[in-house]
């Protein structure tokens, strides 16, 4: 059984290019959730999306970032216009219920806006 | 609201020292769940335990130990005689009925040989 994939690995972007985040869920799960680790701010949620929903977006910077959750293939986080300020570690879980934690979570999208 | 305080920024010890790591927690909610991660140097995150609100039995896994204690709404984690490979940063979180988890600041745990 494969864990949550995140694609790619690391991610180097020019300030105003867009980035493209990936997660793949673990087999059977619907429901994705985003958090973002900046250096000094630590870990913190961002959205939550089933399929083909975005249930709680309440991390979400109002600009420039968006996520969705298509009924098929993985969990995208878009980042439009990136800044230096954007440069930090992107974890995705997935779990297959919600509201009861245990999340997996892939190893990460490491974001450097250059 | 919640929120999650882990008090020690940095823990440094010598292999084989037992080590605390401590974790308070505040929430209104009667239903909640506690977690620890690690974050080793390769940057993943590391699912270690899970513990719901009603489960207020501490939890032995090899030199890994869990206290959960209401009472102080603390969920404190052990690591007996350490390894230089438990050198990482920890991180204690809550969950409660919504789907998002709180993570505390975390702590970095420094192991010597």
């Known amino acids: 059984n494969a864990g949550v ?22 087999k059977g799960h619907s429901h994705v959730y985003w958090y973002r680790q900046l250096p000094e701010e630590g870990l913190k949620f961002m959205v939550y999306l089933q399929k083909e929903n975005i249930i709680d977006e309440s991390g979400m910077p109002k600009e420039r970032f968006s996520a969705e959750f298509p009924k098929e293939g993985p969990s995208i986080l878009r980042i439009q216009q990136v800044v230096r300020g954007d440069s ?15 999340y997996t979570f892939g190893s990460g999208t490491r974001l450097t806006v250059v | 609201a919640q929120k999650v305080t882990q008090a020690q920024t940095e823990i440094s010890v010598v292999e084989k020292e037992d080590v605390t790591l401590d974790c308070v927690y505040e929430t209104r909610d009667t239903t909640y769940y506690l977690f620890w991660y690690k974050q080793p140097p390769s940057g993943e995150l590391v699912f270690l335990i899970r513990r719901n609100s009603f489960d207020e039995q501490n939890e032995i896994s090899g030199r890994y130990s869990w206290n959960f204690q209401k009472s102080t709404s603390s969920f404190n ?9 438990d050198s990482a940063v920890y991180f204690c979180a809550l969950s409660e009925r919504v789907n998002k988890l709180v993570f505390g600041a975390g702590t970095i745990l420094r192991v010597k040989s």
């Open chain 1, 88 to 102: 930090a570690a992107y974890f995705c879980a997935s779990s297959p219920f919600p509201g009861q934690g245990g």
């Open chain 2, 77 to 85: 984690f052990t690591i007996t005689a350490s390894q230089v490979v």
């Open chain 1, 5 to 26: 994939m995140q694609n790619p690995r690391h991610l180097v972007r020019r300030r105003g290019q867009e980035a493209r985040l990936r997660c793949s869920p673990m």
